[in-house]
């Protein structure tokens, strides 16, 4: 019998999370020289190394002093809210990483009140403290507030605090005296955190995330619960309707550094991956043949926020993706179902849309994100808040908003912030910086990143968390600007451009190729404006010195994918391509546009 430690790992975006569980595999000597130093190992999906997010929690472990130690990484954003639950369920305590400059921040609260609700025990880890202006004294008081703010028990409020700097691969219990590696934290791990309770019985495993082989097909991951899950063993899988399924585990695996190593048998506390099961989804329990005794299931929070999923039907449909027709959307989303637990997609008006629901515009963003890469071509409509009914009164979602700005700018961001009605609740200098927090609705984010960014000048750091439901706020002023809008397929040319440059700002650069109805521009003006992009300049013979004046074009504005989310109107699609992200009117004839308007 082995000991086992199993700890979940939480922290707030770029707070240095995935370097320091690389730190511990290293420490853990499960890396080969040839190994390419600087690289992280466990964001390794393309999307979430460029946008330096965890979006898929992973699991790898390591071995010190004979102890098996499961790291378990979790999310910050609390648009994956539902990774986060799941996980939590497979740990017994948490390492709580903090910047030693920025203290701790919204989404490390998401996750935290999760953890210490479940009861986790807390290490607190005092990251980057080798910064210039960092306060590590002052943030583990921030910490303290922070539990007990998040009714924390006593024992949990009793925290460890290890300072150090997972970058430079040092951790030590005083900050001013570094050390030469991070063994001081893994021995306080193996000291602070419960070995699991060894319960015996018959086998219980709750199934809490999903992996995937080329050779075997799909993985069950999860810890034991009770007893022990052996190869070859007959089981049934308790579904999470009630049903339940008789079958055979042929391979049981353990983890072993990043991978996985097959064994024999899986003990009581240890976290397994279970190959050759057919039929089961997250929040399963495997257990006993002939006695089943199903586990609680996983309980996930509401989506709040709805889009349109559509076919692509503009006249560029299928020149760039793979995947373009509605059978093959519709068999994407039902994959993403089984794993993506916050997901909700219902049909749609008519047999080629959908309505995705999810925690937010990142959620929905990044499933989108991932579709165009895998090769899928689709339209995507403005994005909608989940209104609810609660005690006969409209409800909608309010978020916890926070914004850290340089002092000059405070003013302009509060006044952006309560046009949207958000209302101000707290503001905290931290050197030339403040922080602000506001309750604001969902609906009153969706296109404020942008304007932040901009009334900033880029300083700004924006975070906000999913609060409750409360009664609806009223209307918000949305872009008040409308649309330029293409009158004629064809090539994009410069002369045509120079002469509409006063009537707003372009999306589109010379020798793009457009169609009737797709968006080119944003009119400084309320109403749209039909334009001719694709117009030439008329050549004659007659040449004149000085007639002829250059083109002097203005680079065009190029839109991210949640830009372009964020900015649409009700009557706009995005339309996006694995090669490229559009904008355009639902209805592309300007005519039946107009006639559509009247009615």
């Known amino acids: 019998m082995q000991d086992i430690r199993n700890i979940a790992i ?35 999906n393309d999307l979430e190394r460029e946008r330096g997010i965890t979006i898929l929690s992973k699991n790898v472990s390591i071995t010190y002093k004979n102890v ?20 939590l369920n497979m740990a017994d305590g948490c390492l709580l990483l903090v910047d030693a400059f920025e203290g701790p921040m919204p989404q490390t609260r998401f996750v935290l009140e999760k953890a210490l609700k479940i009861g986790l025990k807390p290490i607190v880890v005092i990251n980057k403290v080798d910064k210039p202006n960092c306060r590590p004294d002052e943030v583990v008081d921030m910490v303290f507030d922070l539990m007990c703010n998040l009714n924390a028990t006593d024992d949990q409020l009793d925290f460890p605090v290890v300072f150090g700097s997972a970058k430079n691969g040092w951790m030590s219990e005083d900050w001013r005296k570094p050390t030469h590696d991070i063994t001081y934290l893994l021995d306080k791990i193996i000291e602070v955190i419960p070995a699991p309770k060894r319960l015996e019985g018959t086998p219980q495993m709750l199934i809490t995330s999903l992996d995937y082989s080329n050779y075997t097909g799909r993985i069950a991951v999860g810890r034991v619960h009770r007893g022990t899950l052996s190869e070859g063993q007959n089981v049934t899988i308790a579904h999470r309707d009630g049903t339940m399924e008789k079958t055979k585990i042929k391979e049981i695996h353990t983890f072993e550094g990043m991978g996985h ?15 050759g099961l057919e039929n089961f989804e997250i929040g399963d329990t495997i257990c006993d043949y002939d006695n089943p005794d199903p586990l609680p299931p996983i309980k996930i929070d509401e989506p709040t926020m709805s889009m349109l999923f559509t076919i692509n039907n503009s006249p560029f449909f299928g020149k760039e993706g793979k995947y373009c027709t509605s059978r093959q959307i519709d068999e994407r989303l039902q994959r993403e179902l089984k794993k993506n637990l916050a997901l909700r997609v219902t049909k749609g008006e008519g047999f080629d849309s959908w ?32 209104y609810k009914e609660i005690d006969g009164k409209q409800c909608e979602p309010i978020e916890e908003l926070t914004i850290n700005t340089p002092e000059e700018f405070s003013s302009k961001l509060i006044d952006m912030v309560t046009r949207r009605k958000g209302e101000m609740t707290a503001m905290q200098n931290q050197g030339d910086r403040i922080n602000i927090t506001f309750d604001i609705p969902s609906r009153g984010i969706i296109g404020l990143r942008t304007n932040v960014m ?21 209307d918000i002023d949305r872009r008040q600007s409308g649309s330029m809008i293409a009158l004629e397929d064809g090539t994009v040319y410069a002369y045509a451009l120079d002469k509409l440059q006063d009537r707003g700002r372009f999306f589109v650069s010379p020798q793009d190729q457009v169609y009737a109805g797709q968006i080119v521009g944003e009119h400084v003006h309320e109403n ?14 007659v040449r004149a010195s000085g007639t002829d004046e250059k083109a002097h074009i203005i680079p065009p504005t190029i839109f991210s994918l949640e830009e372009a989310l964020e900015w649409i109107k009700q009557d706009e699609y995005v339309e996006v391509t694995p090669k490229s992200i559009r904008m355009r009117k639902v209805i592309l004839n300007h005519l039946e546009r107009k006639r559509a308007g009247r009615d």
């Open 454 to 474: 901009t009334a900033s000048q880029g300083e700004a750091i924006m975070a906000h968390r999913y609060k409750e439901y409360q009664p609806y706020k009223g």
């Open 355 to 386: 309505i995705v629901s999810g925690r937010g515009v990142l959620h929905l963003s990044v499933l989108i994100e991932t579709m165009r890469r895998e090769g899928y071509e689709l339209q995507i409509g403005q994005p909608q808040v989940i």
């Open 68 to 87: 098996k130690i499961n790291i378990i990484d979790t999310p910050g954003h609390s648009d994956f809210g539902g990774e986060v639950e799941r996980v």
């Open 261 to 275: 190593r097959r064994t024999d048998k899986m003990e009581s506390g240890d976290i397994c991956a279970v190959v």
């Open 10 to 44: 939480i922290a707030h975006v770029d707070h240095g999370k995935t370097t320091l569980v690389d730190k511990m595999l290293l420490a853990g000597h499960l890396f080969r020289d040839n190994q390419k130093t600087g690289d992280l190992i466990l964001d390794n």
């Open 528 to 541: 749209d404006l039909v334009v001719n992009v694709t117009k030439a300049k008329q050549l004659t013979n």
